[in-house]
């Protein structure tokens, strides 16, 4: 059982401003990011700002979509989920999509708690180009995040217990 906060940003860079805050408050694994891959062309880079050997440093670019992006969540994959097409996800996030593909990115977040109503507006959200930032841990700190969330322009924020 854990708990996780979402958010939808509408910008590149209101994301990437509200993950690098996240980081410096010592979120770095717990922080996952969605977003629809435009650019037809994804490659793997190695962003600086953080520590010899540190995966959360590791990431993807598409085509510059993402920019910084890349460089503030652990782990990256891309995935082709229908209805929505190519997308990217870094973070805990890429594997949960990964293994539910078939039920698109609603599905996937069903398994974090969302209910299926709210997964499926931010996977439409997700198809208009929004990106979606998530943090997880425990509940204490996920008001924290909320906040950071907020504050950088994140609607539909809510925190969700994972079943």
């Known amino acids: 059982m854990g708990s996780v906060v979402l958010g939808v940003f509408d910008s590149r860079d209101q994301a990437e401003r509200a993950a690098q805050e996240l980081r410096n ?3 770095h694994k717990d922080i996952s990011l969605v977003a629809k891959e435009e650019g037809g062309k994804i490659e793997e880079t190695r962003m600086g700002g953080g520590e010899e050997g ?3 440093i590791e990431g993807v670019t598409t085509g510059g ?4 992006l890349a460089g503030l969540a652990a782990g990256a994959g891309a995935l082709a989920i229908p209805g929505i097409g190519p997308l990217v996800a ?4 890429a594997g949960l999509l990964s ?5 698109g990115l609603a599905g996937g977040l069903i398994d974090w708690g969302v ?3 709210e997964g499926k507006h931010i996977e439409e959200d997700i198809k208009q180009g929004k990106i979606l930032l998530t943090v997880q841990g425990s509940e204490p700190r996920l008001n924290e995040a909320s906040e950071i969330l907020r504050r950088y322009g994140a609607h ?8």
Do not use: C, H, R, S
């Open 54 to 56: 540190d995966t959360a």
């Open 99 to 103: 293994g539910a593909v078939t039920g």
């Open 25 to 27: 408050k010592g979120f």
């Open 156 to 163: 539909d924020v809510n925190i969700y217990q994972k079943p």
């Open 65 to 68: 979509t993402l920019g910084g």
């Open 90 to 93: 870094m973070g805990p996030i």
């Open 115 to 117: 209910p299926e109503e």
